[in-house]
């Protein structure tokens, strides 16, 4: 799954990285292919419509492939033959880039609007003065241009909807995980009220009529006969026993509510750090920034992260003190723990051959982009940190 889904921090730098690309690319083409005096301004004018682009794209795809696209007409206009090769490279790459980040039923702009601005320059190009050959190169130059700009948006067509089948595999792995721990909780209410039925019903029962039966027969004694006082003791014992076994009944049938697997939300995270103290660990929880409403899949990943990074603590470190970091922002959530014991060599680092707690926590992190790292601390103890990304780049 983390090799499927792209990062969403570095698909929000892309564009950024790109502009800065073409600028570089733009200069190097400048200075090893020399236009000449008169068409120097033509290739710096076309550059800095593509680093314009690319810079628009940030925010807005397609309107930043349009202006990228605006390129090849401006270049013809002030006297070069056709795009610059950084102008072709970000001609192809720019509709792709709409296409990932935009729904196909907007992101389709970005290809026609390059496809009609590509038919412009040429025509510009082909119809100028001096331009010979002028029917084919029109034919032949419009295909090969089209079929740039559709092939980039298929292409950026298909990794959204790989990033797409990505996160609904996640969300569904949380639906999968969630069910699947409602039905184990239902288990475990039904068979307690099977057994305070059985206890009622054949016990309970069985020791009633016992305590009856023995408090009948002692009646049919004289007072001062010697096994009245024993019957006596045991039809008092016999209630006492149907007493307890009723009460054992009531405890049975009572759903248990709060119970020690409490549902699996950061909304409950007070909940999980008060069993782990009850459990004998010393741990301190602080939240820093307000608690987003979290996607379900997500939230229940954070969750079993922060459950299993206290787990490996107690497994691994013992009733040493720990400290639990929440933090949330616009950006994401991060996840700190970390106790302040001797350390282990039993826990590795994340990247090297740990136990199957952290590879599992790994994996949760990597189903949303985010980033997990897990290692002894240089003053001692065992640290784990995990960042989910939030917001619009998801």
Known sequence: MSLVRIRPRLVR??????????AVLGLAEIALDPPGDQLLAAMIAGCAVAVAGAIVAIWAPIVGSIV????FP????????GPTG??????????????????????????????????????IARLSPGATGVPFNIVWENLFFSCLVWASW??????????????????????????????QRTAVVQERQR????????????????????????????????????????????????????????????????????QPSLANADELIAEVRAAGLPVSLREVGTRPELPRALDVSAYRILQEALTNVLRHAGPVSTDVTLTYDRDGLAIDVADHGKGTSARQPIDGVGGHGLLGMRERVAMFGGTLAAGAAETGGFTVHAYFPLGEGR
Do not use: C, K
Request: net charge neutral.
């Open 13 to 22: 730098l892309a564009p950024g990285l790109a502009a800065v690309g073409f």
């Open 68 to 71: 990228v696209s605006a390129m």
């Open 74 to 81: 401006v270049t013809t206009a002030l006297g070069l033959t």
């Open 86 to 123: 950084v102008g072709v490279l970000a001609f192809f790459l720019m509709p792709g880039w709409a296409a990932y980040r935009r729904p196909p039923q907007r992101s389709w702009i970005a290809p026609v609007a390059a496809q009609i601005l590509a038919s412009l320059g040429v025509l």
């Open 154 to 183: 298929g292409v950026g067509l298909m990794a959204r909807r790989w990033n797409e089948r990505a996160e609904q595999l996640a969300r569904l792995a949380a639906a999968l995980d969630a069910e699947r721990e409602a039905a």
């Open 195 to 262: 057994i305070a039925r059985e206890v009622h019903d054949a016990v309970a029962h069985s020791v009633s009529v016992m305590t009856l039966q023995v408090g009948a027969v002692r009646l049919t004694l004289p007072p001062d006969a010697p096994q009245a006082e024993m019957l006596a003791g045991i039809e008092r014992l016999g209630r006492e026993s149907v007493q307890e076994l009723r009460s054992l009944v009531g405890i049975l049938r009572e759903t248990p509510e709060g119970s020690p697997a409490p």
